[in-house]
C-alpha cells in the first residue's frame, strides 16, 4: 500500500513513486565526509552506477567529496551509505528490480536482491535530494519498491530521422533516472537502413545515406545501456515497411525494382516475397549475424501495416496462396512470421511485433506490442500471448502528460480473468520521428515519458494528476542535469528563431502555443525527411509549462468560493503579458521572416488575452455582463483556436471559462 495519500509526502519529488514512502523526521545532512561502501555480491555495473551517484551529487551540490570512484578494491571505513546486494543481477525479463532504502540522521542503507534493483534505488536516493539555508540533506525516510510491470520501455525510431549515438545515450540516461528498463530501437524502415551488416553490406551501402550504426557503435551503446540496467531489444521492421532493404537487394522484394529510400512518410507498398526459399536464407544469415550483435533475448520483428498490394498484384504469389489454402493476406503474412520465428529462435531469441502479427497460428513463444487500442491487447492476452501496451503513450502525437498519465496498461475494464491479465507485461513509450531531428527529439520526449514511467512503475493507485505535475517539474530539473537536452535545445531554437532579436517575444509566444496533432501536421503541407525542422512548431513542445500552469490556476480561482486575490493577480499579471506581446513580437518578426506564419497566433494571443482581462475586471466587480458580450467574446476565442503555422494556442479553455464565469454561467 502506497503513502502516496500522505499529506508529509507529498512534498517529496519521487517519479515514478515508490510502493511505500514513510517519512520518519529528521534529515541527514550531506558533507564532504559522505563515503559509500558496496557489500555482497555485485558486478561491476553497480560499482559504475554508484560512482556515477557520487559525481552527479557533487555536480548539484557543489562539494567535493574524499571519497572519489568505487572500484571492487575500493576500502572505506565507516561508511555513510552501505549499498548491500545479494547477487549480481541479469538483464532479463522479470528481473527482480525491488529495493529498501532508509534513511537516518547518521546511516543510509540501500539493500536490494540484485544490482539492478540497487541501480533503481540509487535513482530515488538521488531524487530525495533538498536544501536549506543551512545546506544539502536528505529527509529521513523508509522506502520499499518495486515495479508494477516488468517491461517498461521507450521506442525510438532511428530510421525515419537518424539519432546519432551521442542522442541515443544522453535518452538511455533519462531513461535510467526514471526507472525505465528496455531501448525498444527501431532500425529499419522505408527511409533508412541504420545497422551495418557486413553479410549484406549493400543494406547500408545503398540504404541509409550513410546515416548508419556501425557495430562497434551499437555493441558500446548496448554496454552503456546495460550498465544503467537497461535492455535494448533491436526492431527490423518486416515483412512491409522495407523499402530500405531493396535498395540494395531487390531480389527479395515482391515486386520487381529497381527500388530507392523513400524521402516521404506514410505506408507504402514494398513488401518481402514470402513465396521463394532465398528469402528465408537471407533472413537466415541476416539475424544470424544481429543476433550475435544484440545480447538480449527478444528482437522486435515488426509486422505492422502492410498494405498487401504488391502481393495481390504478383500472379505468381497468388497461385502460391491458392496452392497451399492461403485465404487472406493476413493469413499469408502468418505464414511468414512462422517461417520466420524459427529462424530466430534457432540463435536462441524470441520475437516482439506489433498487434497485426496476432493471427491464427502464431505461435505464443511471440510478445504483442498493442499499437492499436485496449481492444488488441485484451484479445493477446485473452489468448494467452505475453502483451505490452503502446497505445496511449505515441509521445509523437503531443498530447499532455496528463492524458498518458491516465491511460493504464491493465484498466479494470479489460474482461480477463487474473491469470490473463498476468500476461500483461508492461508498455512502452513511442518516439517516432516523422517530425522529429536530434536537436528537438529530447523535447517530445521528456518531461512526459517520465508520467509514462510512473503509470508502469508506481503502484495502479497513484493517479493523482496535480501532485504527478508537481514532481514532474522535480524531474524535469535533473533530467536536465544529466544531459537532456529538451530544454537548453529550446532555448536555442528560440534565439535563432528571432535571430538573437528580443527572444523575449517569441518566447512568451511558444510558451502558450504547441503542435498539431501529428496526422494533422502531416496533411498540412508535405514533408520530407529532408524537410527542415527549424521552424516555430519545431520549437514548441507538447504540453508547455506556462500554459498548463495558467490553465491550474484559473480552474483554482474559479473554484475558489471567496477567489484568492494572489490567484487573481498572477492571472492578471499572465494576461497582460500576452496582451501586450504581439507588439513586441512584430518588430522581431520584420527581421526574421520564418516568423511571419506564426503572425497570426500571436495576435490571436492578444486578442483572448484582452478578453480575459476584461473578463476578470467583471468578475471581480461583480458587474453584471449581458449575454451579447459573453457570445461576441466566445466568438472572438472560438476564431483565435484555430492554428496558424501548424501551431494553436493552449489557454483557449481557461479564457473561455473566465468568460463564462464573468456571464454568470
Given at each position: 500500500m502506497s503513502t502516496y495519500a500522505g499529506e508529509k509526502e507529498t512534498r517529496l519529488n519521487l517519479m515514478p513513486w515508490p510502493v511505500k514512502v514513510d517519512l520518519t523526521g529528521g534529515e541527514y545532512r550531506l558533507d564532504q565526509q559522505f563515503t559509500v561502501a558496496i557489500r555482497g555480491d555485485a558486478a561491476d555495473r553497480l560499482?559504475?552506477?554508484?560512482?556515477?551517484?557520487?559525481?552527479?551529487?557533487?555536480?548539484?551540490?557543489?562539494?567535493?567529496?574524499?571519497?572519489d570512484y568505487l572500484v571492487r578494491d575500493s576500502t572505506v571505513r565507516n561508511p555513510v551509505m552501505v549499498i548491500q546486494v545479494d547477487?549480481?543481477?541479469?538483464?532479463?525479463?522479470?528481473?527482480?528490480?525491488?529495493?529498501?532504502?532508509?534513511?537516518?540522521a547518521s546511516r543510509i542503507l540501500l539493500s536490494a536482491k540484485d544490482g539492478i534493483g540497487a541501480l533503481r534505488g540509487i535513482e530515488t536516493f538521488l531524487q530525495l535530494l533538498e536544501a536549506d539555508s543551512s545546506g544539502y540533506y536528505f529527509p529521513a525516510v523508509n522506502i520499499v519498491d518495486h515495479p508494477r510491470f516488468a517491461w517498461r520501455g521507450l521506442m525510438i525510431d532511428a530510421s525515419r530521422h537518424f539519432m546519432p549515438v551521442d542522442v541515443i545515450k544522453r535518452n538511455l540516461d533519462a531513461m535510467a533516472a526514471v526507472k525505465l528498463n528496455v531501448l525498444h530501437w527501431h532500425l529499419s524502415d522505408n527511409q533508412g537502413f541504420r545497422v551495418e551488416c557486413k553479410k549484406f553490406p549493400k543494406l547500408t551501402e545503398f540504404g541509409s545515406d550513410e546515416l548508419f550504426y556501425t557495430q562497434a557503435q551499437i555493441k558500446n551503446v548496448i554496454a552503456y545501456?546495460?550498465?544503467?540496467?537497461?535492455?535494448?531489444?533491436?526492431?527490423?521492421?518486416?515483412?512491409?515497411?522495407?523499402?530500405?532493404?531493396?535498395?540494395?537487394?531487390?531480389?527479395?522484394?515482391?515486386?520487381?525494382?529497381?527500388?530507392?529510400?523513400?524521402?516521404?512518410?506514410?505506408?507504402?507498398?514494398?513488401?518481402?516475397?514470402?513465396?521463394?526459399?532465398?528469402?528465408?536464407?537471407?533472413?537466415?544469415?541476416?539475424?544470424?549475424?544481429?543476433?550475435?550483435?544484440?545480447?538480449?533475448?527478444?528482437?522486435?520483428?515488426?509486422?505492422?501495416?502492410?498494405?498487401?498490394?504488391?502481393?495481390?498484384?504478383?500472379?505468381?504469389?497468388?497461385?502460391?496462396?491458392?496452392?497451399?489454402?492461403?485465404?487472406?493476406?493476413?493469413?499469408?503474412?502468418?505464414?511468414?512470421?512462422?517461417?520466420?520465428?524459427?529462424?530466430?529462435?534457432?540463435?536462441?531469441?524470441?520475437?516482439?511485433?506489433?498487434?497485426?502479427?496476432?493471427?491464427?497460428?502464431?505461435?505464443?513463444t511471440a510478445v504483442i506490442q498493442s499499437w492499436r487500442g485496449i481492444k488488441?491487447?485484451?484479445?493477446?492476452?485473452?489468448?494467452?500471448?505475453?502483451?505490452?501496451?503502446?497505445?496511449?503513450?505515441?509521445?509523437?502525437?503531443?498530447?499532455?502528460?496528463?492524458?498518458?498519465?491516465?491511460?493504464?496498461?491493465?484498466?479494470?475494464?479489460?474482461?480477463?480473468?487474473?491469470?490473463?491479465?498476468?500476461?500483461?507485461?508492461?508498455?512502452?513509450?513511442?518516439?517516432?520521428?516523422?517530425?522529429?531531428?536530434?536537436?528537438?527529439?529530447?523535447?517530445?520526449?521528456?518531461?512526459?515519458?517520465?508520467?509514462?514511467?510512473?503509470?508502469?512503475?508506481?503502484?495502479?493507485?497513484?493517479?493523482?494528476?496535480?501532485?504527478?505535475?508537481?514532481?514532474?517539474?522535480?524531474?524535469?530539473?535533473?533530467?536536465?542535469?544529466?544531459?537532456?537536452?529538451?530544454?537548453?535545445?529550446?532555448?536555442?531554437m528560440i534565439r535563432r528563431l528571432a535571430d538573437g532579436n528580443h527572444i523575449a517575444a517569441l518566447?512568451?509566444?511558444?510558451?502558450?502555443?504547441?503542435?498539431?496533432?501529428?496526422?494533422?501536421?502531416?496533411?498540412?503541407?508535405q514533408y520530407a525527411s529532408y524537410t527542415p525542422l527549424t521552424r516555430v512548431v519545431d520549437a514548441a513542445v507538447p504540453d508547455p509549462k506556462v500554459a498548463r500552469n495558467f490553465c491550474f490556476m484559473v480552474d483554482d480561482f474559479l473554484s475558489d468560493m471567496d477567489p484568492n486575490k494572489d490567484t487573481l493577480e498572477a492571472i492578471r499579471q499572465e494576461l497582460s503579458i500576452w496582451k501586450?506581446?504581439?507588439?513586441?513580437?512584430?518588430?522581431?518578426?520584420?527581421?526574421?521572416?520564418?516568423?511571419?506564419?506564426?503572425?497570426?497566433?500571436?495576435?490571436?494571443?492578444?486578442?483572448?488575452?484582452s478578453i480575459g482581462l476584461e473578463a476578470l475586471d467583471h468578475i471581480e466587480n461583480g458587474a453584471n455582463v449581458g449575454a451579447d458580450w459573453v457570445n461576441s467574446s466566445l466568438a472572438k476565442i472560438d476564431l483565435a483556436a484555430e492554428p496558424a503555422g501548424e501551431v494553436h494556442l493552449t489557454i483557449i479553455s481557461p479564457i473561455k471559462k473566465l468568460v463564462e464565469r464573468a456571464g454568470g454561467r
Open positions: 560499482y559504475h552506477g554508484t560512482s556515477r551517484m557520487l559525481r552527479r551529487l557533487s555536480a548539484r551540490t557543489g562539494i567535493t567529496f574524499t571519497q547477487r549480481p543481477g541479469k538483464l532479463v525479463l522479470g528481473e527482480d528490480e525491488s529495493y529498501k532504502l532508509q534513511v537516518t545501456a546495460a550498465d544503467r540496467g537497461i535492455r535494448v531489444v533491436p526492431e527490423f521492421d518486416l515483412p512491409a515497411h522495407t523499402t530500405a532493404w531493396f535498395v540494395g537487394y531487390p531480389q527479395y522484394a515482391s515486386a520487381a525494382g529497381p527500388y530507392k529510400i523513400e524521402r516521404k512518410w506514410g505506408v507504402f507498398d514494398p513488401v518481402f516475397d514470402p513465396t521463394v526459399s532465398k528469402t528465408y536464407t537471407f533472413l537466415n544469415e541476416f539475424f544470424k549475424e544481429m543476433c550475435s550483435i544484440f545480447p538480449d533475448k527478444y528482437i522486435h520483428i515488426g509486422g505492422d501495416e502492410n498494405d498487401g498490394k504488391q502481393w495481390n498484384a504478383n500472379p505468381r504469389i497468388r497461385k502460391f496462396m491458392k496452392a497451399h489454402k492461403i485465404a487472406t493476406n493476413a493469413l499469408l503474412q502468418t505464414y511468414f512470421e512462422n517461417k520466420l520465428i524459427p529462424i530466430i529462435q534457432r540463435y536462441h531469441k524470441e520475437v516482439v511485433g506489433w498487434d497485426e502479427i496476432l493471427a491464427p497460428g502464431l505461435q505464443k488488441s491487447l485484451q484479445e493477446a492476452a485473452s489468448k494467452g500471448y505475453r502483451v505490452i501496451l503502446s497505445n496511449g503513450y505515441y509521445v509523437d502525437h503531443y498530447m499532455p502528460a496528463s492524458s498518458c498519465y491516465l491511460v493504464d496498461p491493465s484498466p479494470d475494464s479489460l474482461k480477463l480473468t487474473e491469470a490473463q491479465r498476468q500476461m500483461i507485461i508492461g508498455g512502452e513509450a513511442c518516439m517516432w520521428s516523422e517530425f522529429v531531428s536530434p536537436e528537438n527529439v529530447d523535447s517530445r520526449i521528456w518531461p512526459r515519458t517520465a508520467a509514462i514511467a510512473e503509470r508502469l512503475g508506481s503502484p495502479e493507485s497513484v493517479r493523482g494528476v496535480r501532485d504527478m505535475y508537481r514532481r514532474l517539474d522535480g524531474i524535469s530539473v535533473e533530467l536536465e542535469n544529466i544531459g537532456s537536452a529538451y530544454i537548453k535545445n529550446q532555448q536555442m518566447t512568451n509566444l511558444i510558451n502558450v502555443i504547441q503542435p498539431v496533432e501529428t496526422y494533422e501536421r502531416a496533411r498540412t503541407r501586450k506581446n504581439d507588439e513586441s513580437l512584430e518588430v522581431v518578426a520584420e527581421k526574421s521572416p520564418i516568423l511571419k506564419e506564426i503572425e497570426p497566433i500571436s495576435k490571436s494571443l492578444s486578442v483572448i488575452a
